[in-house]
C-alpha cells in the first residue's frame, strides 16, 4: 500500500492546516512542531514533510531556526518546502541537516535557478506541483500561472527532476479523496517519482493510490483527525 509520509505545516512557529490553501481557512493543531514531530516519529513515520508556510508566502525562509533545530532533534530524515529560492538557501538547510529539499515558486518562475539546482543537487531535491484547475500556482498558492500541470511536469523532468509531489489545492485540507485522474495522467507522463498530496483521508485512497502506481503520499489532516494512522490505517 502507498507510503504515509505525514506532514507538519508552520505559520508563526505553530502547526497549522489550510483548507484549499486559503491563509485565511488556517487552523492551528494541538501539539507544537517539536511535540508534533516526536510523535510522527514514535508512531511510526519514516520521512516527514515540513513547510514553511510564512516563507513560501514571502519568498524567503521564515521558520529557518525552528525548522533546523527540528532537523537536528528528528532520528528520520525530513524534507522541507517553502521559500526556497536561492542556492544559499538550500545548501543552509542541507548543512542544516535537511534530506531533501522541495522547490515550487522558483522552479516554476527560474528555469535557470532549477537547471542550476538539479544539475548539483538532484538527489537532495523535489519540485512541487500545485495546481488549481490544473495550471501551475505559486507564491504560496496565492498566483495561478497560465502552464498546464503535465507540460511543467514534462519540461522539469527534461531538466532533471527525478522527485515530482503533486498537489490538487482544491483538494487540500478537504478529505474528499486525493485527484485521482490528474495522479494517474501524471504518473503515465514521466517517469519522475511521484508523490501525491492533498485531500487524503483514509486506507481507501492510499489503496486507489497504490493501483495507479503512486507509492507515497504526503498526509496532514487525516492523520490530525485520526483517520490515518502512521501505525496501521484505521477507518471512520
Same mark, same amino acid.
Not at 68 to 78: Q, R, W
Not at 86 to 101: D, F, P, Q
Given at each position: 500500500? !502507498?507510503?504515509?509520509?505525514?506532514? *507538519?505545516?508552520?505559520?508563526?512557529?505553530?502547526?497549522?492546516?489550510?483548507?484549499?490553501?486559503?491563509?485565511?481557512?488556517? $487552523?492551528?493543531?494541538?501539539?507544537?512542531?517539536?511535540?508534533?514531530?516526536?510523535?510522527?516519529?514514535?508512531?511510526?513515520? /519514516?520521512?516527514?514533510?515540513?513547510?514553511?508556510?510564512?516563507?513560501?508566502?514571502?519568498?524567503?525562509?521564515?521558520?529557518?531556526?525552528?525548522?533546523?533545530?527540528? &532537523?537536528?532533534?528528528?532520528?528520520?530524515?525530513? #524534507?522541507?518546502?517553502? /521559500?526556497?529560492?536561492?542556492? %544559499?538557501?538550500?545548501?543552509?538547510?542541507?548543512?542544516?541537516?535537511?534530506?531533501?529539499?522541495?522547490?515550487? $515558486?522558483?522552479?516554476?518562475?527560474?528555469? &535557470?535557478?532549477?537547471?542550476?539546482?538539479?544539475?548539483?543537487?538532484?538527489?537532495?531535491? @523535489?519540485?512541487?506541483?500545485?495546481?488549481?484547475? %490544473?495550471?501551475?500556482? !505559486?507564491?504560496?498558492?496565492?498566483?495561478?500561472?497560465?502552464?498546464?500541470?503535465?507540460?511543467? @511536469?514534462?519540461?522539469?523532468? %527534461? +531538466?532533471? &527532476?527525478? !522527485?515530482?509531489?503533486? $498537489?490538487?489545492?482544491?483538494?487540500?485540507? !478537504?478529505? $474528499?479523496?486525493?485527484?485521482?485522474?490528474?495522479?494517474?495522467?501524471?504518473? %503515465? @507522463?514521466?517517469?519522475?517519482?511521484? *508523490? &501525491?498530496? /492533498?485531500?487524503?483521508?483514509? #486506507?481507501?485512497?492510499?489503496?486507489? +493510490?497504490?493501483?495507479?502506481?503512486?507509492?507515497?503520499?504526503?498526509?496532514?489532516?487525516? +492523520?490530525?483527525?485520526?483517520?490515518?494512522?502512521?501505525?496501521?490505517?484505521?477507518?471512520?
Amino acid at each position: 500500500m !502507498t507510503k504515509v509520509i505525514p506532514a *507538519i505545516d508552520l505559520i508563526d512557529g505553530k502547526c497549522v492546516r489550510l483548507f484549499q490553501g486559503d491563509f485565511n481557512k488556517s $487552523t492551528v493543531m494541538g501539539n507544537d512542531p517539536e511535540i508534533q514531530l516526536q510523535k510522527f516519529i514514535e508512531d511510526g513515520a /519514516g520521512l516527514i514533510h515540513i513547510v514553511d508556510l510564512d516563507g513560501a508566502r514571502l519568498g524567503a525562509p521564515k521558520q529557518f531556526e525552528l525548522i533546523s533545530n527540528l &532537523a537536528k532533534i528528528s532520528s528520520v530524515p525530513i #524534507q522541507v518546502g517553502g /521559500g526556497i529560492r536561492s542556492i %544559499e538557501t538550500i545548501e543552509k538547510y542541507i548543512k542544516a541537516g535537511v534530506s531533501r529539499l522541495v522547490l515550487g $515558486t522558483a522552479a516554476m518562475e527560474d528555469e &535557470a535557478f532549477l537547471k542550476g539546482v538539479l544539475k548539483n543537487f538532484s538527489d537532495q531535491v @523535489a519540485v512541487g506541483i500545485d495546481a488549481k484547475n %490544473e495550471k501551475v500556482a !505559486t507564491r504560496g498558492w496565492e498566483t495561478v500561472v497560465d502552464v498546464n500541470y503535465i507540460d511543467f @511536469a514534462k519540461n522539469i523532468e %527534461e +531538466l532533471g &527532476a527525478k !522527485t515530482i509531489i503533486f $498537489t490538487d489545492i482544491s483538494r487540500d485540507g !478537504t478529505l $474528499t479523496g486525493p485527484n485521482l485522474e490528474q495522479l494517474h495522467r501524471l504518473n %503515465e @507522463a514521466v517517469q519522475c517519482h511521484i *508523490i &501525491a498530496s /492533498g485531500g487524503i483521508r483514509n #486506507q481507501h485512497d492510499l489503496e486507489a +493510490l497504490d493501483v495507479i502506481g503512486v507509492a507515497e503520499a504526503i498526509v496532514g489532516k487525516a +492523520l490530525y483527525d485520526g483517520m490515518i494512522k502512521l501505525s496501521g490505517v484505521v477507518s471512520r
